[in-house]
């Protein structure tokens, strides 16, 4: 299939989203996460690891201080914002030359993040659960990220419909509170509330979601789809999230939110060359 061409405007410049695929790093500053817990929660660590995803050719840094790992506990506000804000004020210090993406459902979080220069607000939640953020994103002009997350979906159902069902909701909740519809990016939430074969299914009917008109981020990096699948620990999971990278590249997604940058930045441009044909050989 052909990729749909978005432009999503934010501070610094718009997201160009098509055939071109866009990788965003992830940046974890708490002490549990699944795959990386506690490898960046040291403010340095956090700041050198930053540098390391735009040198693999990070187009996004998402930051993040609360795990979503199932089992995990949620942080107060405070406790996020204490873990983020440091790394957020160095950055912008230093002019960090990437749009910092904050991955937060909490709407004070995400107004304190991008006043101290966030670029989009990614809520796992999808505006869903604390219904301040949206009104914050459309203050500020900020783009967002909506993640599918509908812990009382009826199973019975048809997957994709459900899942449209309740990103409509998310839709809606962004339109009413002024988000523009350029501000609008979706993500089918691999692994959140989904069956390991409804994760399968999900990435094999990804481009049914491109009804909803609206740009996908695609983010199954290192998760327990391919864990399970490949008897694996998290990080022995890199060639399988490649995998389902370039799957969901062809279904149609633009963005990618990755642990392994390189690696899957690689196999992108490899997908996007076959697809559309390599770039003009230089000399």
């Given at each position: 299939m052909t990729h749909t061409a978005h432009n999503?405007?934010?501070a610094g410049g718009p997201l160009?989203?098509?055939r071109d695929p866009l990788v965003m790093g992830i940046l974890n500053v708490t002490p549990d996460s699944f795959s990386d817990g506690g490898d960046f929660s040291n403010r340095d660590l956090a700041l050198n690891h930053a540098d390391a995803l735009i040198?693999?050719?990070a187009d996004i840094v998402d930051l993040g201080g609360e795990s979503t790992r199932p089992g995990s506990e949620e942080v107060g506000v405070q406790a996020e914002l204490d873990r983020v804000m440091p790394i957020l004020d160095a950055l912008?210090?230093?002019d960090f030359e990437a749009p910092i993406s904050i991955d937060t459902y909490k709407a004070l979080v995400a107004d304190q993040a991008v006043q101290a220069g966030a670029s989009l607000i990614n809520d796992v939640r999808g505006l869903q659960r604390d219904p301040e953020i949206a009104a914050v994103a459309a203050c500020h002009g900020t783009?967002?990220?909506a993640m599918?997350?509908?812990t009382e979906r009826d199973s019975g159902l048809d997957l994709i419909d459900e899942m449209k069902r309740w990103l409509s909701r998310s839709i809606e909740i962004a339109l009413n509170a002024g988000i523009a519809k350029d501000k609008i990016i979706l993500d089918?939430?691999?692994g959140f509330a989904k069956s390991f074969a409804e994760n399968y299914e999900l990435l094999n009917r990804l481009d049914e979601l491109h009804a909803l008109g609206f740009p996908l981020l695609v983010g199954t990096s290192r998760k327990r789809m391919?864990?399970?699948l490949l008897d694996v620990p998290p990080r022995e999971r890199v060639s399988g999230t490649i995998a389902t990278s370039v799957l969901g590249y062809l279904k149609g997604g633009h963005i990618f939110r990755v642990h392994d940058v390189r690696a899957n930045r690689d196999a992108l441009r490899v997908a996007a060359a076959a697809l559309y044909g390599p770039p003009q050989q230089k000399g």
């Open positions: 999503v405007v934010m160009k989203l098509g040198a693999e050719g912008a210090a230093r783009p967002v990220i599918h997350w509908d089918p939430g691999f391919i864990g399970n």
